[in-house]
């Protein structure tokens, strides 16, 4: 059985990668989809071969927990007629992936070895776009999903792989069973 968390973008996938390699799940794979409705449907296809299981990872964009259930009724309705239903389960950060997992940018920061320079902007959101530019490869660089795996500090991202949205996924994703020796 192969494992798979689809995000909307890179940030979420690197970051994600991090923590399951820190965590050691590099066996999970993760792949970015590129927006909200792209992930839903590549996730939803991977899940439709019976060798997958695949966690969908969308940011809810929102913190209004009612906006966040309509999100998963609405999939669960679309799921319920594939044949990959159980196989695929969508998980939503409130209200992104960041700032459910960390308690605010310097966190994030902290976790990740990121050092602002002097022109870091106070102002809550673009902090947080210019720590997530900060562990984005550079856009011409042509690395492998092993190479753009960050560095982690293992004592800060403890506490970060044991929020309840990272052992959820991990508990949704099996391990992978040892083959049998020949």
């Excluded at 927990?65 to 999100?71: F, I, Y």
């Excluded at 997992?101 to 902290?110: A, G, I, P, Q, Y």
Aim: net charge negative; with cysteine; aromatic share 6%.
């Amino acid at each position: 059985m192969t494992s798979y968390i689809v995000t909307e973008g890179p940030a979420d996938a690197i970051v994600l990668r991090a923590l399951l390699h820190e965590a050691g799940r590099e066996d999970i794979r993760v792949l970015e989809a590129g927006g909200k409705s792209s992930a839903v449907s590549l996730g939803t296809s991977l899940a439709l071969n019976d060798d997958n299981r695949v966690a969908i990872v969308v940011d809810a964009d929102t913190t209004d927990p009612d906006k966040v259930s309509e999100q998963q009724d609405i999939f669960q309705d679309l799921q319920r007629d594939t044949s990959g239903y159980e196989a695929c389960r969508l998980f939503v950060a409130m209200p992104t992936l960041e700032e459910d997992l960390f308690r605010d940018v310097e966190h994030f920061s902290s976790v990740f070895n990121l050092k602002f320079g002097d022109d870091r902007i106070d102002n809550g959101r673009k902090d947080w776009i210019s720590a997530l530019k900060m562990l984005l490869p550079k856009p011409r660089a042509r690395l492998s999903e092993q190479d753009v795996i960050p560095k982690v500090r293992a004592d800060a991202a403890e506490q970060v792989i044991d929020h309840r949205l990272i052992r959820e996924l991990i508990s949704f994703l099996p391990t992978p069973t040892a083959l049998p020796v020949p």
